[in-house]
């Protein structure tokens, strides 16, 4: 696992643009033109349009 991944909370969220580890199980691929709306422990994706 990344050493920077070791500082982060259990509830954390990071979105990016690749996986950051082999590990993909816990990778959700994010549509093109997706808004990501993270509130708690919920997250919410909506189409965007600018």
């Known amino acids: 696992m990344?050493?920077?991944c070791k500082?982060?909370?259990e509830n954390a969220r990071?979105?990016?643009s690749e996986p950051l580890t082999a590990?993909?199980?816990d990778w959700e691929e994010v549509p093109?033109?997706?808004a990501?709306?993270?509130q708690a422990q919920q997250v919410?994706?909506?189409p965007f349009q600018p």
Do not use: A, G, R
């Open 2 to 4: 990344n050493p920077w």
């Open 7 to 9: 500082q982060l909370s």
């Open 14 to 16: 990071v979105v990016v």
């Open 23 to 25: 590990l993909t199980d």
């Open 32 to 34: 093109e033109s997706t």
């Open 36 to 38: 990501i709306i993270m």
């Open 44 to 46: 919410e994706m909506q």
